[in-house]
């Protein structure tokens, strides 16, 4: 099981949008490792979503994927959701 700690005022529209993409991430694993760390900006209204990865390859091939995903997601909704970048690779 996957914990989310989500630090974000939002609207309903956001947070159902946000679980639409933390589902898809769930499919990724075992891609990544740990829990995901969810936050909203400030500044933009993005959404970050954080999340530590077993190496470089899985890294690139979950950002591939849910890069689609906050694509369908922005147009579906206005509300983008995006891997946070510089995510730390997870050290055994």
Known sequence: MTY???SLASTTQAVVA???FLEELEKQRPRYLGDIRVARSVDDGII???AEYSDEEASM???ERMAEISTNILI???IYIVLAPG????TA
């Open 4 to 6: 989310v700690r989500v």
């Open 87 to 90: 995510v730390k690779e997870h």
């Open 61 to 63: 091939l979950v950002n």
């Open 18 to 20: 946000l679980g639409k």
């Open 48 to 50: 970050y979503v954080e």
């Open 76 to 78: 579906d909704t206005g």
